[in-house]
C-alpha cells in the first residue's frame, strides 16, 4: 500500500505503513529486513519472523564485526486451504504451504558471509539503496517450518564512546519481534540488549563507559 496524499500521512504513520526508512547522520549503523512474496499468495499471513543482531564494536578503531540472525517460521498448513492462499504459481513445483520470500537486508557493512539452515548461502550483489547496501535472495520454508538466516557483517564507524544505530521494521502481518546487542570490546562496559517495539523505524545511541579494573 502506498499514497502521497499529506492529509494521510500521520495516520499512517501511526499504524506503522508510511514506508519510513532511516535517514540517519553518516557514521550510523543501519539496520532494515524486508520480506516479499515471490508466490503470490496468502502465506504471509502464516509467517513469523525474528531479528536478532549481535553488534561487535572496538570504540579505540571503530571496528565493527556483526551477525544477524532472521528466523522465519511457516504456520501455514499443508493443506485444506484455496490455491491462491497457500499455493504457488502454476507449474512451480512448489509444494503447498511453502513460504517462499525474497529477503532484502539493507546495512552500510560488507556481508562477509552467510548461510540458511546451515548451508551456504548466496546472495545477489549488493547494490546501492536508500543510503546504504541492499543484499538480497529466495528462501523457502517448507509449511509449519522454521528457517534460519545467518550473516555477517564487517565494517567501520567512527571511533569513540558512542554507538549509532538505526532500525526499520517492515509492516508485516504478524509483528516481529527484534533485538540489538552490542558488545564493546574490553575495557568497556558488559554488552547490553536492546529490545526493540513495533515502531517502523527506531534509533538508539549508546554511550559507552570503560569498566575499573579489578580490585579498583
Request: overall charge negative.
Amino acid at each position: 500500500y502506498w499514497d502521497s496524499s499529506p492529509s494521510v500521512q500521520p495516520l499512517l504513520r501511526q499504524v506503522g505503513l508510511a514506508g519510513a526508512f532511516p535517514q540517519p547522520r553518516p557514521g550510523t549503523d543501519v539496520l532494515a529486513v524486508t520480506l516479499s512474496n515471490y508466490d503470490n499468495n496468502k502465506i504471509d499471513a502464516y509467517l513469523h519472523e525474528s531479528i536478532h543482531d549481535a553488534v561487535a564494536y572496538d570504540p579505540g578503531t571503530g571496528r565493527v564485526a556483526a551477525q544477524v540472525s532472521v528466523r522465519l517460521h511457516n504456520g501455514a498448513p499443508a493443506g485444506g486451504l484455496p490455491d491462491y492462499v497457500i499455493g504457488s504459481f502454476s507449474g512451480s513445483g512448489i509444494p503447498d504451504g511453502t513460504a517462499e520470500e525474497w529477503v532484502t537486508l539493507y546495512t552500510p557493512f560488507s556481508v562477509t558471509g552467510a548461510t540458511f539452515d546451515g548451508q551456504p548461502f548466496q546472495f545477489a550483489s549488493p547494490l546501492p539503496e536508500l543510503g546504504v547496501l541492499a543484499y538480497s535472495g529466495y528462501v523457502r520454508v517448507p509449511a509449519g517450518g522454521t528457517g534460519l538466516l545467518q550473516l555477517r557483517l564487517l565494517g567501520h564507524v567512527p571511533a569513540g564512546a558512542s554507538y549509532r544505530m538505526a532500525v526499520r521494521l517492515q509492516p508485516l502481518a504478524n509483528p516481529t519481534d527484534a533485538s540489538v546487542t552490542l558488545d564493546p570490546s574490553a575495557p568497556w562496559r558488559p554488552p547490553t540488549t536492546w529490545a526493540l517495539t513495533s515502531d517502523e523505524v527506531q534509533d538508539r545511541t549508546w554511550v559507552l563507559r570503560k569498566t575499573a579494573p579489578a580490585g579498583k
